[in-house]
């Protein structure tokens, strides 16, 4: 029986019709993290979400770790939470919990691979079990790190500057210090057990009032140098400003012992040092990405150009930090040349400008997406960690286009571009709000610029205190800190510094 002209003709559109085009960013690895929260996020059961919510867990993936999410359609829907929050399914990329060295090729690569791939959509494949809520998936960049291996040629041990730093660097030496970076996870508490069974061992060669005023100085070393702008070496700006780190964390631990500021008891410089809520870069994440648990002044050195530049950081400031922990007013003095002492004594807060939350009042319309599903036809793309630039409202939701911002030197740089032409992202992940706390260089108050090259978010508790100079006296060495010494003194922080901000008088 012969096909009638238009079910052939209707056949033949089917079987021709091209595939959905591949017209969006492909989904781009994603890592789990919440800040100062539990060291291991849940997954649950499609099935389960459906019915119930997320009620009863499925499983959990350590902090830190990396995937590729996609969106769950079901019923022609994406599924989402009241909110329109989406959960997603995930396809592991690295583990945090099972990492090895390994594995930073394996997330340098893969984000590599998908950085210009393309889609018709973010879909999860058949048989996708769990997901998770893309609240916590956020676009890292940086890899994991490990203990690196030895240089190929080993630096002279560097001469001890007195007891104390000769225990310090005792420590990083030993197996106990080795240990520590082996793993991912939980580094925090393994750098504190690593000095416990340090401290046992090292009873027969120094008191244990010696070892654990080595301990207090590792710690705020470490705090120091990491929480510093690491590529101002031993510049006069740098080495103040590890000084002022330091000063911060005296002053919470000797001028007012207080369990907010992490201090357990008076004098207590390794709680008050490493108190996540604090000092975040002591983060589960943040540690798995940074060497601030690592053995940096171990005498066989490390592949690379990261653990030379430690130890030249705390060469550089270490006497000055000892002295800040441990000295007197006349310490301080010397020090903080020029400093009211008081002042310097009510200094506990400060912030990084640059570093804050970036806003960007010049532009209208933009908004920052957590997480968010938008869609076109059948499509479903997840917006994750992300900023658009809302368009026109339109049936279930907005227009919109990707919002790309770039950090410079001295300011920001932003790119609108319709990556997603056509899609539209759900209405109830819009709020269309301005933002606050959003300043020029992120300084609140009493100056004015010509041309302001970037805006910050500023701390919620910028207004209970004042911005004041701290004047330092320091040896510069320059950024490579490989210039003759000169002695030099240095401000930073007052009403216009618009990189680190020293406060007093916060509570």
């Known amino acids: 029986m012969p096909i009638p002209v238009l079910l052939l003709a209707l056949l033949l559109s089917l079987t021709m019709a091209p595939a959905a085009r591949a017209e969006v960013p492909a989904a781009q690895v994603m890592t789990l993290y919440r800040f100062n929260g539990p060291a291991a996020i849940p997954y649950y059961e499609i099935a389960s979400l459906h019915s119930g919510g997320p009620i009863r867990p499925a499983g959990s993936l350590a902090q830190g770790s990396s995937l590729i999410p996609c969106v769950v359609v079901s019923g022609g829907e994406a599924l989402t939470d009241r909110n329109g929050v989406p959960y997603v399914g995930f396809k592991v990329v690295v583990d945090a919990a099972r990492a090895t060295p390994a594995s930073i090729a394996r997330f340098q690569g893969t984000r590599r691979a998908r950085q210009h791939l393309m889609a018709a959509n973010h ?61 991912l996870m939980g580094r925090r508490a393994a750098l504190q057990e690593a000095w416990a069974s340090f401290s046992r061992m090292a009873r027969t060669q120094w008191s244990p ?45 000797r001028e007012s012992c207080s369990k907010h500021h992490g201090c357990v008891s008076p004098g207590d410089f390794t709680s008050v040092a490493s108190a996540v809520s604090q000092y975040n870069i002591w983060d589960e994440y943040v540690t798995q990405t940074s060497s601030l648990t690592s053995c940096f002044l171990r005498n066989s050195g490390g592949a690379g150009r990261e653990y030379p530049l430690y130890r030249n950081l705390y060469e550089q400031n270490v006497s000055d930090v000892e002295r800040i922990l441990y ?166 922080g007052g009403t216009c510094d618009v990189e680190m901000r020293p406060f007093a008088g916060v509570k």
Request: overall charge positive.
């Open 123 to 183: 879909h999860c494949p058949a048989g996708t079990r769990y997901a998770l809520s893309s609240r916590d998936l956020y676009d890292m960049k940086k890899p994991p790190v490990f203990e690196p291996p030895a240089a190929a040629s080993e630096p002279e041990p560097a001469r001890s500057r007195g007891t104390t730093d000769q225990i310090v660097r005792a420590f990083h030496n030993s197996a106990s210090c080795a240990a520590v970076n082996t793993r």
């Open 209 to 253: 009032e010696a070892i654990d005023r080595a301990r207090h100085l590792d710690y705020t070393m470490r705090t120091a140098i990491f929480e510093g702008h690491l590529g101002r070496g031993c510049s006069a700006y740098g080495t103040c400003e590890r000084n002022i780190i330091a000063l911060s964390i005296r002053n919470r631990a």
């Open 327 to 492: 000295g007197g007013d006349s310490d301080l003095a010397e020090i903080f040349p020029g400093n009211p002492l008081p002042a310097l004594k009510a200094l506990k807060h400060y912030y990084h400008a640059p570093a804050m939350g970036k806003c960007f009042p010049q532009y209208d319309r933009v908004e920052y997406l957590s997480g968010a599903v938008a869609r076109k036809g059948n499509n479903f793309v997840l917006l994750a960690d992300t900023r658009i630039k809302v368009g026109a409202r339109v049936p279930g939701g907005y227009l919109f286009q990707s919002f790309l911002a770039r950090s410079g030197a001295d300011r920001d740089t932003a790119q609108v571009v319709d990556n997603y032409p056509g899609f539209v992202v759900d209405a109830r992940r819009i709020s269309l709000k301005k933002t606050t706390r959003c300043a020029p260089y992120g300084i609140p108050q009493g100056c004015t610029f010509e041309r302001v090259g970037r805006y910050r978010k500023t701390p919620s508790w910028v207004n209970e205190g004042r911005p004041i100079e701290v004047r330092c006296r320091v040896q510069n060495r320059g950024e490579l800190c490989n210039a003759a010494p000169r002695q030099e003194s240095v401000r930073v």
